[in-house]
């Protein structure tokens, strides 16, 4: 008998049975003791039907209780399900066989402990590191059982040429194997230091107990010689035969994956999704190995339960296996239908404008422009030029091997060569993956490995980039490089020899076929100011109604001249049938635009329209006495200048309308999720305020006014309780009802790329996005956005949203920007208000008495009643946008330095 005082583990769960054993390893009449946990009493006790059966299969070198989380959540009355979590033989608190027990007798061992059991369906198996293997064994045997799959960081094959992890290595080398899995503790100290955070001293005990001794510790050793790496393994034809088999897997499946994994990276993830590409996929960024000790796993495997269940009622199955197609918010395999494939009425793809351009009597004037940094047109395409270009780049790329579903990585400036390469991807249906360098090298790099893609197009700094970390991709050049610097970088070509070899002559392969309007298209990555960036799918049709919404929305059409100074809106110039420009700077660092290189670009082409951050149009301002006459004049010609990423406060716009004086000035409100949202103009700002200081518009104020939702688009809100959360599911549109923001529009992203239970998350109401921010509608149906839902603070006598209060602060001449933070336990916050000075702190820390009060004072004027001021020499804002307050890391910092710790850095 086993006495099961574990931490986390009900004593009730613990249980042994004989089981009769069919192993070739045993001899006939063998019977073996195994140890699980099971929670069939405990459900029994408290009356509670299950849904069905988990049947938990551990890794090497833990065991049953790697599952506890998941036991006790079955026994919810919310959703009881039968968990039974297994001791593989010779593992845990299960038998010592005295045999080796290699793959496919640990399959056929599970299968006869089913047996015993007397399991019935639905069943759906859930394996971790070598149990995942076993547990697919399984299912593969029992497709009358089987319901479902579920696997945390496994791995059913070594990809040919991929080196063995070293650890693993290390743990199978003979000098090491017996000590260190066997005959000492090491192997088992070394997995258990792979949780992060560190596991707690009595957990890590638990997991150590059965495991005390040499003899304890044999099946552990027996587990590392029995993974099979040559073709000469014994259990090499078992491990594929799992791999092959589970190709023919059509339940559901979900992948949890931790990627800081030393032994199952990516790449292991990346090969389990080809297999089988339906499956339901989450990255746990910052989670490793021990992804059950990391990260709570059983809400998402219970809610992603719940959800196939209402699928196979939905569609009617009865035998608990709910067949479903492939997701594209996982995998992007779907590539461009054939010609004659039947393409959805109206659907226009991304590129036809510039099609219909290129055939038509514009086509020898110029398409795609880019500046030099002295002021001259460094390159530039005809439509034509550009048509052929992208035709013939797409015909190399395709003899290089990228296909439909394909993803590519490109890590180009915008400009001509991104132009072109983004254009021919997305002609051959391939899924191009953008993630620019404001990410910084390491958001950049954990964006990439995220992605996977096959293929990686660069410049030469990030193709060292990827050669230093590592990036998945054959890698592509966007010049020739010399010979050692081309095997240095593992590059196999570049995109001139694509387009000059390969491509050549590609107009005669005749009309490219049209891409199905649901096949992906891009993978988009968020700017990572609220957190790591996340990868955004679009579908073709999506991008086609982002084009559409803009052209309508703003009246861009055919024979517009843009300057494009904003990176999303680099590449939609061609889309729109617009001449575009790329003025000279580093767009990933919008500060780098100055007003001279604005007006250099805009008189390169005539333009008429200007796309240009907040960052960007703050250093045009401060750089405006640069420009030249001439430069004025081509100013004096825009007639509409756009500014997005991130809110542009009323001065600043005032101040440009002085620079470009006959241009309508629009500050739309989007993010990479769906861009734009709702639109509104300087006029409109100046409206929007009067309104909210007159008090004439029931709901103005408090907040940044964003405007009316854009062509297309529909806004509402879910409302905040109490405690700073919108759990609702019912939008609502009363004026001054504050909530998360909600927004439905045709453009609106597909998915987020492998990260299931954040889509479930932003898609909880049907049919719209939850966008994370917290804002309000007026009485005249705009939109005010009053920060991130993440950033509302929850002081005893209501909710805290921080935009109002802020832009209160920032109107004292002392202060250029202010945040507002909670510090102490949520629903007894003190509010606390940083701000950044002028002149700038000297140090971090209280500022001055004066200024504290008058800040205080501000903030009451708005609503809000400010415990405490702090003052830093710059508040930290993020890369790609120089616009958005991490308020988050405020706050923490706040927390340290009113508890006494000295100011320095958040």
Same mark, same amino acid.
């Given at each position: 008998m086993v006495t099961a005082d574990w931490p986390g583990v009900e004593p009730e769960w613990s249980r042994t049975l004989a089981v009769a054993s069919t192993s070739a390893v045993d001899p006939p009449g063998t019977v073996r003791r195994w140890h699980i946990l099971d929670n069939e009493a405990q459900l029994s006790r408290l009356g509670l039907t299950p849904a069905g059966t988990l049947l938990c299969v551990h890794g090497n070198p833990t065991w049953s209780y790697l599952w506890r989380s998941l036991l006790s959540a079955g026994s919810d009355p919310a959703h009881p399900w039968r968990v039974v979590a297994v001791?593989?033989?010779?593992?845990?608190?299960?038998?010592?066989?005295?045999?080796?027990?290699?793959?496919?007798?640990?399959i056929n061992d599970l299968g006869d402990l089913s047996a015993a059991l007397g399991l019935t369906g639905p069943v759906v198996t859930v394996g971790h590191d070598w149990g995942g293997a076993v547990s697919l064994g399984w299912a593969l045997a029992h497709p009358e059982l089987l319901a479902g799959t579920v696997l945390t960081n496994t791995a059913v094959h070594q990809p040919s040429g991929a080196a063995v992890p070293p650890a693993l290595r290390l743990a199978m080398h003979p000098a090491v194997h017996g000590w260190g899995t066997t005959a000492s503790d090491a192997f088992l100290r070394v997995t258990h230091s792979l949780a992060r955070p560190a596991l707690p001293d009595d957990v890590r005990r638990a997991y150590m107990a059965p495991y005390r001794t040499a003899h304890d510790r044999a099946g552990v050793g027996n587990f590392v010689a029995d993974i099979p790496l040559r073709p000469s393994h014994p259990s090499f034809a078992a491990l594929r035969s799992v791999a092959e088999g589970v190709r023919s897997l059509t339940v559901p499946a979900l992948m949890l994956w931790g990627p800081r994994d030393p032994i199952f990276s990516d790449r292991y993830l990346n090969d389990l999704i080809a297999r089988m590409p339906h499956a339901d996929v989450h990255r746990f960024e910052g989670a490793g190995h021990l992804l059950p000790e990391d990260?709570?796993?059983?809400?998402?495997?219970?809610?992603?339960?719940?959800?196939?269940?209402?699928?196979?009622?939905?569609?009617?199955?009865?035998?608990?296996?709910?067949?479903?197609?492939?997701?594209d918010a996982t995998t992007a395999a779907a590539g461009p239908s054939s010609p004659s494939a039947p393409v959805a009425a109206g659907f226009r793809p991304l590129w036809d404008a510039l099609g219909e351009q290129a055939g038509g009597p514009s086509g020898d004037e110029t398409a795609v422009a880019e500046m030099s940094p002295q002021g001259t047109v460094r390159r530039s395409l005809t439509w034509r030029e550009l048509e052929q270009s992208i035709a013939e780049l797409a015909a190399g790329l395709r003899q290089a091997g990228v296909r439909g579903g394909s993803r590519v990585s490109l890590m180009v400036p915008p400009g001509v060569d991104l132009t072109v390469a983004l254009y021919a991807c997305l002609r051959l249906g391939a899924v191009v993956v953008v993630a620019d360098a404001g990410l910084g090298t390491r958001g950049l790099s954990r964006a990439v490995k995220g992605a996977a893609p096959e293929f990686l197009i660069g410049i030469d700094r990030a193709l060292g980039a990827a050669a230093a970390l590592g990036w998945p991709g054959r890698r592509i050049s966007l010049r020739d490089l010399p010979t050692a610097r081309r095997r240095l970088l593992g590059v196999e070509t570049s995109l001139a020899a694509l387009a000059s070899g390969a491509g050549a002559g590609a107009e005669a392969d005749g009309p490219w076929p049209v891409p199905e309007p649901d096949a992906p298209a891009a993978i988009l990555f968020t700017s990572g100011s609220t957190g790591p960036a996340k990868g955004v799918l679009y579908l073709h049709r999506q991008l086609a109604a982002m084009r559409d919404t803009v052209a309508a929305t703003f009246g861009i059409h055919p024979g517009a001249r843009l300057v494009a100074g904003f990176a999303p809106f680099a590449l939609l110039g061609p889309a729109l049938g617009a001449v575009s420009v790329t003025p000279a700077m580093d767009v990933t660092a919008p500060r780098t635009l100055t007003a001279r290189a604005l007006a250099e670009a805009a008189a390169a082409i005539d333009a008429s329209v200007v796309f240009a951050s907040p960052a960007a149009l703050r250093n045009v301002l401060a750089t405006g006495d640069e420009v030249g006459e001439a430069g004025r004049e081509a100013l004096e010609r825009i007639g509409l200048l756009l500014s997005a990423g991130a809110p542009v406060p009323e001065p600043l716009l005032s101040a440009v309308q002085r620079l470009v004086p006959h241009a309508s000035l629009h500050t739309p409100y989007g993010m990479t999720e769906a861009l734009p949202v709702t639109d509104i103009s300087l006029e409109g700002i100046q409206a929007a305020d009067a309104d909210a200081a007159a008090g004439t518009v029931p709901g103005s104020g408090n907040g940044v006014c964003v405007g009316l939702p854009v062509h297309g688009a529909r806004v509402a809100v879910v409302p905040l309780t109490a405690s700073g959360t919108a759990p609702g599911t019912e939008p609502v549109t009363e004026p001054g009802v504050t909530g998360e923001i909600?927004?439905?529009?045709?453009?609106?992203?597909?998915?987020?790329?492998?990260?299931?239970?954040?889509q479930r998350d932003s898609s909880s109401v049907p049919g719209w996005h939850r966008t994370g921010d917290v804002g309000h509608l007026d009485a005249a149906g705009r939109l005010w956005v009053e920060g991130r839902l993440a950033h509302v603070v929850t002081p005893p006598d209501g909710v805290v949203t921080p935009v109002g209060a802020e832009q209160a602060?920032?109107?004292?001449? =002392?202060? #250029? @920007? *202010?945040?507002?933070?909670?510090?102490?336990?949520?629903?007894?916050?003190?509010?606390?208000?940083?701000?950044?000075?002028?002149?700038?702190?000297?140090?971090?820390?209280?500022? =001055?008495? #004066? @200024? *504290?009060?008058?800040?205080r004072a501000a903030a009451l004027d708005a609503g809000v009643t400010v415990s405490a001021v702090l003052a830093l020499p710059a508040l930290p804002v993020d890369i790609r946008h120089n616009a958005k307050i991490d308020r988050t890391r405020l706050s923490r910092w706040a927390s340290r330095v009113l508890a006494g710790a000295r100011g320095g850095r958040p």
């Open positions: 001791d593989q033989l010779d593992m845990g608190y299960s038998e010592r066989t005295g045999t080796f027990r290699r793959l496919a007798d640990r990260r709570d796993i059983a809400t998402p495997i219970f809610a992603w339960l719940a959800a196939r269940r209402r699928d196979r009622d939905r569609n009617g199955d009865s035998d608990g296996a709910s067949r479903r197609a492939p997701s909600l927004v439905s529009a045709p453009h609106v992203k597909e998915a987020y790329d492998r990260l299931w239970l954040t602060i920032e109107r004292l001449d =002392a202060v #250029q @920007l *202010a945040a507002i933070g909670g510090v102490g336990p949520a629903g007894t916050q003190a509010v606390v208000a940083v701000v950044e000075t002028v002149p700038p702190a000297r140090k971090a820390g209280p500022v =001055a008495p #004066q @200024l *504290a009060h008058r800040v």
